[in-house]
C-alpha cells in the first residue's frame, strides 16, 4: 500500500514562501501531484510531476510561482510556494498514481489513488 505524508504548510504573510513536502512509502508510483482545498471549495489541482521523466505540469493558477520538484532517492516530492497570496490559503494534499497519466489526466483528484492527510497553508494579507 502506497502512503504518502506531507508536511511543510504554516502560517505566512502575503509575497512569503513555504516549501511543502511529501514522502511516499510502501509502493513506486508514476505520478505525483499536489492538490488543494480552500473553505467551502472544490478540491483544486495545483501541480503534477511525472516522475519517470521528471516533466513537471501547473495550473494556470500557479505558474511562474509555485515548483514542483523530486528527490527519487528519498522518495520525496516538493512544492516549493513563492509570492503566495491570501488566495492560495488552503489544505493541500499530495496524491500518487500508480500509473502514468495523459493530459485529460493529471489534473482529475479521481485517477490518484493513494492521498496524504492534507497540510494547512494560510496566507495573511
Known amino acids: 500500500q502506497l502512503q504518502l505524508v506531507e508536511s511543510g504548510g504554516g502560517s505566512v504573510q502575503g509575497g512569503g514562501s513555504l516549501r511543502l513536502s511529501c514522502t511516499a512509502s510502501g509502493y513506486m508510483y508514476w505520478f505525483l501531484g499536489w492538490f488543494r482545498q480552500a473553505a467551502g471549495k472544490e478540491r483544486e489541482w495545483v501541480a503534477a510531476i511525472y516522475r519517470g521523466a521528471a516533466r513537471t505540469y501547473y495550473a494556470d493558477s500557479v505558474t511562474c510561482r509555485f515548483t514542483i520538484s523530486q528527490d527519487n532517492p528519498e522518495n520525496t516530492v516538493y512544492l516549493q510556494m513563492n509570492n503566495l497570496a491570501p488566495e492560495d490559503t488552503a489544505m493541500y494534499y499530495c496524491?500518487?498514481?500508480?500509473?502514468?497519466?495523459?493530459?485529460?489526466?493529471?489534473?482529475?483528484?479521481?485517477?490518484?489513488?493513494?492521498w496524504g492527510q492534507g497540510t494547512q497553508v494560510t496566507v495573511s494579507s
Open positions: 496524491a500518487a498514481s500508480l500509473f502514468v497519466l495523459s493530459a485529460d489526466s493529471w489534473s482529475s483528484p479521481e485517477e490518484y489513488t493513494s
